[in-house]
């Protein structure tokens, strides 16, 4: 295969759907996984039917990054060619609910640190020592403006999101001297059905969250991601937080009158 191959973790909704156009359209290869497999095949439909985005190979599997089981059954069943990633997107992830940790759902507790955490290493332990073999590679995780500062509500989502941050730190640290670059990018409020998520599939509570503001949207992350693997090798952009104007700091939104 001759095209730099990418491994996108959530690519069938949001930031990871976004980032498998952006990257397809850069000339990357592209490995897809996410648990719902119409959402997949929605994507694989959506980069054919774009001329940009049509030439890229596209290797798609139904995976649930929760299970180590899964993630090495995957790996394994990769074709060889398509072992040599160049680029990991460790964007798979949610939130659960918003309440007082006193009050909160001990499944929706599960659930985050699973996917979030447990997930996000589960997948970058599989793939990090052919990464480490090539001498080169490139991991980019999906952390959040709530890794950066909690909001009132959002303890055990933040805390994922905390934990998200320190490991994007020590796998630079211990990856550096593989040639490995380590990217950890931290949005605010994206408009994706993360909040529909977050709210059990409550549409109207979910549109709440974006009203009166403008929002960031799932192709300005994308845009980022693309930035971020486009420098020259040396140069390896640590972290980048990126909000919409409007959301100054994580619990603060300024909304405009309707
Ligand atoms: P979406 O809900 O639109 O997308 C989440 C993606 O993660 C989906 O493709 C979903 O696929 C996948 N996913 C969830 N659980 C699993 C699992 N167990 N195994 C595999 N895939 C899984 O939300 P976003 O695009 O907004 O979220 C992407 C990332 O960005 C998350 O890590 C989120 O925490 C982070 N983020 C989002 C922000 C926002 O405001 N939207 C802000 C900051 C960070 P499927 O359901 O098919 O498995
Ligand atoms: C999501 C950021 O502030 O919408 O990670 O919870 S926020």
């Given at each position: 295969m001759s095209q730099p191959i990418a491994l996108i973790t959530g690519a069938s909704s949001g930031i990871g759907f976004a980032t498998a156009q952006t990257?397809?359209?850069?000339?990357?290869?592209?490995?897809?996984?996410?648990?719902?497999?119409?959402?997949?095949?929605?994507?694989l439909d959506v980069l054919k039917s774009d001329p940009?985005?049509?030439?890229?190979?596209?290797?798609?599997?139904?995976?649930?990054?929760r299970s180590l089981q899964q993630v090495k059954d995957?790996?394994?069943?990769?074709?060889?060619?398509?072992?040599?990633?160049?680029?990991?997107?460790?964007?798979?992830?949610?939130?659960?609910?918003?309440?007082?940790?006193?009050?909160?759902?001990?499944?929706?507790?599960d659930q985050m640190i699973d996917?979030?955490?447990?997930?996000?290493?589960?997948?970058?332990?599989?793939?990090?020592?052919?990464?480490?073999?090539?001498?080169k590679g490139h991991i980019i995780n999906i952390g959040s403006i709530a890794g950066k500062e909690?909001?009132?509500?959002?303890?055990?989502?933040?805390?994922?999101?905390?934990?998200?941050?320190?490991?994007?730190?020590?796998?630079?640290?211990?990856?550096?001297?593989?040639g490995v670059r380590v990217t950890g990018i931290h949005p605010g409020a994206v408009e994706t059905e993360f909040s529909i998520v977050r709210f059990d599939g409550d549409e109207q509570r979910a549109q709440k969250v974006y009203e009166g503001f403008d929002n960031l949207i799932a192709e300005d992350i994308a845009d980022a991601i693309g930035y971020v693997v486009s420098r020259k090798p040396h140069v390896n952009i640590n972290d980048l937080v990126i909000m919409p104007q409007a959301q100054a700091v994580a619990g603060m939104i300024i909304r405009k009158e309707s």
């Amino acid at each position: 295969m001759s095209q730099p191959i990418a491994l996108i973790t959530g690519a069938s909704s949001g930031i990871g759907f976004a980032t498998a156009q952006t990257l397809a359209r850069m000339g990357y290869d592209l490995v897809v996984v996410a648990r719902r497999s119409d959402r997949l095949q929605s994507l694989l439909d959506v980069l054919k039917s774009d001329p940009e985005t049509a030439k890229s190979q596209v290797y798609s599997s139904v995976l649930d990054v929760r299970s180590l089981q899964q993630v090495k059954d995957f790996y394994q069943n990769l074709p060889a060619s398509w072992k040599n990633i160049d680029v990991l997107v460790n964007n798979a992830g949610l939130a659960k609910g918003l309440s007082k940790f006193y009050d909160g759902d001990t499944d929706h507790w599960d659930q985050m640190i699973d996917t979030n955490v447990k997930g996000l290493m589960y997948v970058s332990r599989t793939v990090a020592p052919g990464m480490i073999a090539r001498g080169k590679g490139h991991i980019i995780n999906i952390g959040s403006i709530a890794g950066k500062e909690v909001y009132d509500n959002g303890n055990v989502y933040c805390g994922t999101k905390f934990a998200v941050d320190a490991l994007t730190k020590s796998m630079r640290l211990e990856l550096a001297v593989h040639g490995v670059r380590v990217t950890g990018i931290h949005p605010g409020a994206v408009e994706t059905e993360f909040s529909i998520v977050r709210f059990d599939g409550d549409e109207q509570r979910a549109q709440k969250v974006y009203e009166g503001f403008d929002n960031l949207i799932a192709e300005d992350i994308a845009d980022a991601i693309g930035y971020v693997v486009s420098r020259k090798p040396h140069v390896n952009i640590n972290d980048l937080v990126i909000m919409p104007q409007a959301q100054a700091v994580a619990g603060m939104i300024i909304r405009k009158e309707s």
